[in-house]
């Protein structure tokens, strides 16, 4: 079904149910739902998406904004970047500029700012030890909580492994080696919590089958809200650094 709204067209479909109340959401491929009781009739429901035309059209702009871009952003001052679900301002120091010792490490997390150390402050200086830094990051929390989960999951692991995917936050093979994306670590905890209880779970069932969800939902029982803000915010985090 479609509506047009100042001169712009909206295609939205319609599931009706059993519920009380009508609910409209767009997703991040800009895809309008509209959840609705069965007792409605469809020109009711038009009139419904008309009036909320103005903020259907703002929303698509919105996530329009989000969607993943093609060419890697500069890395430069300024630059905001994801640590453990905060924004940070990225800072880059050269050798020149910082007469204090910055205890050896390359990257420090303070007051909002994400402070990378170079020599001479060149880009592929910093994204090579801004990477060293989030693969480190990665490693180490990551299998924090993998051990932390089999305290009670007891599932032996085979080995963890960090990688570098466009497309995937994890995955789990059938000899029992965990991979994660990097990009995990940008994520606020509860979510990438989710993404290591996820790929944990496929040590048991290798699939997505009911008794697979129902051992995530055993562990995490509010894994829908988690995997949510994964699905409207993971394009974000796929960006390349
Ligand atoms: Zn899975």
Redesign the pocket.
Known sequence: MNIRYEGENIEYSVIQSRRKTIAISIDPHQKILVKAPVQISHDEIQKIVEKKAGWIVKKRKELAKYQPQKEPQELADGRQLWYQGNPYVLQILTKADTKQENSGRNVELSAGKLKVYTEQGQEAEVRQNLMQWYYEQAGQWICQRVEHYNEDLKEPVNRICIKDQKSRW???SSKRNLNFNWRIIMAPKEVADYVVV??M??LRHL??SPE?WREVAGILPDYKERRKWLREHGAELMKKI
Do not use: A
């Open positions: 994890g995955s789990c996820h790929e779970c496929h699939n997505h697979f």
